[in-house]
């Protein structure tokens, strides 16, 4: 099984006008591979995507698969969420900027999303009739690729097989007064992930940013994550066996606002591409 190369990598494509990632156009980084998950005819696949076309993986990408000479045109296929995740586990509070004057926790503060909360890139963000304070918020998020439990921080790279963007989707005035974080964060269409899986990067050290119809709202590097991607992993491991295809949002940066219908949302992580989502009103 593939295990995320911990290289640091000094140049990576930029997105193309569809959002993916433009590895052959730039020439880029020969130790990034992105994939895709995708419904094709009525059948959905993981496949390599190469610039514009798809070549298509049988079997499951997170376990036993294997390479075909079957492609796909890019422009044929609906993008999906990037796996069917188990679970959804989410820091908060991991970037200074977004923490402001507040103090940092001494552990991560985590908290759970659902899988009926991912969609992928392309697809709409409901906003609730009774939600009048929906945010945004651009992260880089882990994909979990082989069963761990209680691993420690040395050992925690080999539980994670790459990085997507995703938009942890937060009812800023739900989470205030509710007891629980039940519907501020995990309501239907809360958790857009995509476009697609990237390895051969270093989580520790890539950009993420946010765009809102074009303006940038968010922009950071992960190196500014205050607990980081190998201390998130292990500390997760010790309360929850982690197992492939579950993600891990690894916080939000800077400050957020909030989204109205008609508005589209982007989270650009570096070498992953761009996630972008349009906010409709739910009936
Ligand atoms: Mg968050």
Same mark, same amino acid.
């Given at each position: ?18 959002g993916?990632?433009a590895?052959e156009?730039s020439?880029?980084?020969p130790?990034?591979v992105?994939?895709?998950?995708y419904?094709?005819?009525?059948r ?5 995507l190469q610039g514009e076309?798809?070549?298509?993986i049988d079997g499951?990408?997170l376990g036993?698969?294997?390479d075909t000479d079957?492609w796909v045109?890019?422009d044929?296929v609906?993008l999906?969420q990037?796996?069917?995740a188990?679970?959804i ?7 200074q900027s ?8 001494t552990?991560p ?14 697809a709409?963000?409901?906003? $609730?009739p %009774?939600?009048?304070?929906l945010?945004?918020?651009g992260?880089? /998020? &882990? ?5 761990c439990?209680?691993v420690?921080?040395?050992?925690a790279?080999a539980c994670v ?13 739900w989470?205030?007064n ?10 239907d ?5 995509g ?5 051969g990067?270093?989580?520790d050290d ?8 074009g303006?940038?709202r968010q ?7 205050i607990?980081d991607v190998?201390?998130?992993?292990s ?7 982690l ?5 891990i949002?690894?916080g ?5 606002k909030?989204?109205n $219908?008609g %508005?589209?949302?982007?989270v650009?992580?570096e070498?992953?591409? /761009? &996630?972008?989502?349009k906010v409709?009103?739910g009936g």
């Open positions: 099984m593939r295990t995320l190369a911990l290289i640091a990598c000094t140049f990576v494509g930029a997105a193309t006008a569809s993916l990632p590895q156009a020439g880029g980084q130790n990034v992105n994939y895709v998950r419904e094709h005819q009525g959905v696949s993981y496949g390599v076309r798809i070549r298509e499951d990408l036993t698969h294997s079957r045109a890019l044929s609906k999906l990037v796996t069917p188990r679970k586990i989410a820091v908060g509070l991991n970037y977004h923490l402001g004057q507040r103090e940092s926790a552990y503060g985590l908290f759970a999303k659902y899988p009926t909360s991912l969609v992928g890139s392309g709409d963000i409901v906003r $609730p %009774d939600s009048k304070n945010h945004y918020e992260e880089m /998020v &882990l994909v979990i690729g082989k069963t439990h209680q420690t921080r040395v050992l790279m097989f790459g990085i997507t963007a995703g938009n942890d989707v937060s009812e800023r005035d989470q205030a509710d007891l629980q974080w039940f519907r501020a964060k995990a309501s269409t809360f958790g857009p992930v476009p697609t899986i990237a390895t990067l270093d989580p890539v950009q993420v940013e946010t765009r809102v119809n303006e940038v922009h950071a590097r992960t190196s500014n994550l607990f190998p201390t998130i992993v500390y997760v491991s010790r309360y929850v066996t197992e492939p295809g579950d993600l949002f690894t939000t940066p800077g400050s957020t909030a989204m $219908p %508005d589209v949302v982007e650009e992580v070498g992953v591409g /761009v &996630l972008r989502n409709v009103q």
